[in-house]
C-alpha cells in the first residue's frame, strides 16, 4: 500500500541554519504530496504541497519539491528560526485507490532550533 | 472565514465508556474527515463523511461511528473506550465533488482523549 517515510528526529538547529527534512514515499498512480506542521498542543497547519511531478510548493520560506523520478518531497528552509520549533509531518494525499483523498502520513520529525 | 473547530479540547473517560467529539468544518466545505494521532506519530485516516454518507474507512473497528449533518459539522462517537484509543482526535474538512474529495484537508485544532 501507499507509504511515506521520513527522516527520524529529533533534528537540533542553530538560529539561521539550513533545514533539510527528507521524506520518500510509496504510492500508486500520482498522488497530491503535502507538508504539515504541528505546534506544541495544536492541530496540524498546512504548510505547503505539490500537485504534480516537478512542482515546488512554497511557503514562509519553506520549500519542497515533488520529484517523481526518487519519489521524494524533501523540505528545505534556507535559514530556521526559534519560531519554527515543531513537529513537522510529510503527508500524500491516497487518490489512487479510494476517492476520499484520505492523507497517508509520515511519522513526522521534530525540529528544534536553538538561539 | 472561519476555520475547522472541535469540542471539546480535553475529556478524560474511563475504559468502557462511550465518548462523541464535534467538529464543525470549514466555511465551504462539505467534506469532513477524522484522523487518531497516537503520541509521537503521525495521524491514522479513521472516516470520511460526504453530503451525510460515510465515502470512506481507515481501519478501525465498528465501534468507531461518525455522523454528517446538514450543514456539514459532524460528530465522532467511539463506543466501549480502550486504554489504546488515548490519542489527540482530529477533525479534517475539505471540498469534494460528487464523493470525490481530493482537495487540500484542513485540520481543526484536535480534542485530546486520555482513556483511563
Known amino acids: 500500500g501507499n507509504s511515506v517515510t521520513q527522516m527520524e528526529g529529533p533534528v537540533t538547529l542553530s538560529e539561521e541554519a539550513f533545514l533539510t527534512i527528507n521524506c520518500t514515499y510509496t504510492?500508486?498512480?500520482?498522488?497530491?504530496l503535502f507538508w504539515y506542521v504541528q505546534y506544541p498542543g495544536e492541530g496540524l497547519q498546512l504548510l505547503l504541497k505539490?500537485?504534480?511531478?516537478?512542482d515546488k510548493g512554497s511557503n514562509k520560506g519553506f520549500e519542497a519539491t515533488y520529484r517523481k523520478e526518487t519519489t521524494s518531497f524533501h523540505l528545505e528552509k534556507g535559514s530556521v528560526q526559534v519560531s519554527d520549533s515543531a513537529v513537522y509531518f510529510c503527508a500524500l494525499s491516497d487518490d489512487g485507490s479510494s476517492n476520499t483523498g484520505k492523507l497517508i502520513f509520515g511519522q513526522g520529525t521534530t525540529l528544534q532550533v536553538k538561539p | 472565514e472561519t476555520g475547522v473547530t472541535q469540542s471539546p479540547t480535553h475529556l478524560i473517560k474511563t475504559r468502557g465508556q462511550q465518548v462523541t467529539l464535534r467538529c464543525s468544518s470549514q466555511s465551504g466545505h462539505n467534506t469532513v474527515s477524522w484522523y487518531q494521532q497516537a503520541l509521537g506519530q503521525g495521524p491514522q485516516f479513521i472516516f470520511q463523511y460526504y453530503r451525510e454518507e460515510e465515502n470512506g474507512r481507515g481501519n478501525f473497528p465498528p465501534r468507531f461511528s461518525g455522523l454528517q449533518f446538514p450543514n456539514y459539522s459532524s460528530e465522532l462517537n467511539v463506543n466501549a473506550l480502550e486504554l489504546d484509543d488515548s490519542a489527540l482526535y482530529l477533525c479534517?474538512?475539505?471540498?469534494?465533488?460528487?464523493?470525490?474529495?481530493?482537495?487540500?484537508?484542513?485540520f481543526g485544532p484536535g480534542t485530546r482523549l486520555t482513556v483511563l
Open positions: 505539490a500537485t504534480k511531478a516537478d
Open positions: 479534517a474538512s475539505s471540498f469534494g465533488l460528487a464523493g470525490f474529495s481530493t482537495d487540500t484537508q484542513y
Open positions: 504510492a500508486t498512480g500520482y498522488p497530491s
